[in-house]
């Protein structure tokens, strides 16, 4: 029997606050890498019912996406993110790892190596997960992702960085050329703050 991740109780999710305190004890007890995040957000998706409030299961209908920010702080982040179906976010890094578990549908990501200086970019990987899949994205990968079967996907993305104010890039996988990144992400912040 798997041990239950610090902040969980008794395993069992039942309110998206639940989830941001299990992330937010794992941050402050030095324990935030991916792996031990990967373990309570694959505990937090076993319960499949409906525990993201209503509120984040929404995109603008006019947007390919929305980045909700549900947690903030300087050494780790959790997002709600809303796919439209087939349309795919930019070639983009975090700057950090990542952890992004499927709260609702599928979704492609497709990975690319980094490498140092000028030149095309690598595939490394192509991933389809579904609702419970859990993976994690490597500081030296950049990624595209995209909602699969005419739905919204939903995903829960953990980072070890304040994601909404970190440096990001995206990348033309033909050359390797860079171009800064910032998405727009949902407001009002209503993200918890330390």
Do not use: K
Not at 23 to 42: F, K
Not at 56 to 73: E, G, I, K, V
């Amino acid at each position: 029997m798997r041990a239950t991740p610090p902040g969980l109780p008794s395993g069992r999710v039942n309110t998206l606050a639940d989830l941001v305190s299990a992330i937010r004890t794992l941050s402050s007890s030095g324990e935030s890498g991916p792996e031990p995040v990967r373990a309570a957000l694959t505990t937090a998706l076993a319960d499949s019912s409906d525990w993201l409030d209503a509120r984040y299961l929404d995109r603008d209908p006019a947007a390919d996406w929305a980045l909700h920010p549900l947690l903030r702080a300087e050494n780790c982040s959790v997002l709600a993110v809303v796919f439209r179906p087939g349309a795919a976010v930019p070639v983009h890094d975090h700057g950090s790892w990542a952890v992004i578990g499927i709260y609702r549908g599928r979704e492609r990501e497709t990975r690319y190596g980094l490498t140092e200086g000028p030149g095309p970019l690598e595939v490394v990987g192509t991933l389809v997960n579904a609702q419970g899949d859990v993976t994690v994205v490597p500081r030296d990968v950049a990624h595209t992702v995209e909602a699969l079967d005419g739905d919204d996907a939903v995903s829960i993305h953990v980072y070890g960085t304040d994601i909404v104010t970190r440096e990001r890039h995206t990348y033309d996988v033909e050359i390797g050329e860079t171009q800064p990144y910032r998405p727009r992400f949902v407001e009002p912040a209503t993200a918890s703050r330390r």
